[in-house]
């Protein structure tokens, strides 16, 4: 019975010969053959699979969206874009709250009683109900077209808060996943033509070890501490030397202050019950010097500095102990950084002024003293990169895509980013998926650094291993932004 109704259903219904010329299957094949054996293919079976393949149409047969959930074991969406060529699945990432004021709008259902409010089933109904009738037809490969659409014909709010950028980004990232397998390219060489680049660099890690700031159980008011080992060779080497530095650092922080002090935070990094932002400083100098790689592995801060400011716009670096008795006005806070790239080899800052401080922020910047990267500042957001590129405000761009929404939207401020002669940063958030996009992206790029978490904690390792498998495929022609390179990567603009 059963197999009757599938030869039933399966049985085309005009006459075989007839089927077969309407879908031009003999052409096709005949076609697909002949490259087959101009390309000598290896296998010839699978030569064909291939060739055959890459004669479907360039079309989005279907897009649905499902609720997945993120290392914070929150639902996050994932989107699934379906081609002749496969299915294609993404997750946009998510921020821990307070959200930067400029970031694009993160859809959640608010619910009380589901999730503590962070439901998405409106996000995933936006994307079967609203986005998926709108671009299903479509080629894969518009990927500006179908981000412009999304954002402005179907959201159109300028922040995303009708359709959500967790919703819109998930979507975004998918249809580049399609995008490149059509035209069979591997991601990271996708993203590289999409921005004319053909120059692919592995980036430096920056390494997350130690977490402080607003959600960290201890009384740090940097929100985080990262290494970079830029003495490296190779990004398989950085890898080898940041897990080293990362296991000395746990057997230093085990023996200072017990099992407990072990314990991850969101990122991988450790959170120890220090009292003092030095104190973290020197443990990480004595990790590096215990690894052998004093000179090699450097480091650098994310401030966070708008969970500082206080209602008469100093800054309070002890707002975790006591608030308000240490306030510093920006000369003095300019003045502690500039102690601290003294007695420390930090090679980075990331927002040591609020987000809207663009005055304190250009006069640290133009001390020269360090790389300094704006994440909050700028919320990667094209207009604002513009901006404060314009006013010498900062000289590095966290790239983080959720922060604006679409992939598009991330190219172009790593467009105006690179046009300023920045460094920029790709950037996770501190809730992730197993996604490894943004190795991709860093890559495609030409980033020269990437920030995706401590060496620990699989969402985080998702992003590092593709590195290594990315740098696997491109073989001698990889080059590893290494020594002064980490800074500055240009693109190899392709003629
Ligand atoms: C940051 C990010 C990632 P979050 O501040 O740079 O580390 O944190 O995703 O929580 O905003
Ligand atoms: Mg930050």
Redesign the pocket.
Known sequence: MVGQDVRARDLPRVPLDAYLDMHRVNQVVQRAMSETALAREEIPEAGLYKHILQATPPVIKQLRGRVIYDCRGNPAVEAEVVTAKGKFRASA????MP??RYEAFELRDKVPSQFHGKGVQRAIKHINEVIAPAIVGMNPSYQQEIDDIMTQMLDGTGNLSKLGANTILSVSMAVCKAGAVECALPLYRYIGEMVGNSQFVLPVPAF?VING?L?ASNHLSV??FLILPVGANSFTEAMRMGTEVYHHLKALIKVKYGQDAINVG??GGFTPPLNDNSDALDLIVDAIDKAGYTGKVRISL?I?ATSMLTEDGTYDMDFKKYSGMATRTGDEMIALYEEYCERYPIVSI??PFHQDDFENTSNFTALGLCQVVG??LLASRPQRVAAAAQAKVCNAL?L?MNQVGTISEALQAAYLAKEARWDIVA?????ESEDPFLADLAVGLACGQI?A?APCRSERLAKYNQLLRIEEDLGKAAVFANGANYRSMPYTKRT
Request: proline share 7%.
């Open positions: 990432p998510s921020g821990a959200p930067g997350n700031g959600l929100k985080e969101d990122e994310d966070a990331e927002d994440d909050e966290l983080k950037g996770h958030r501190s809730g920030k978490g």
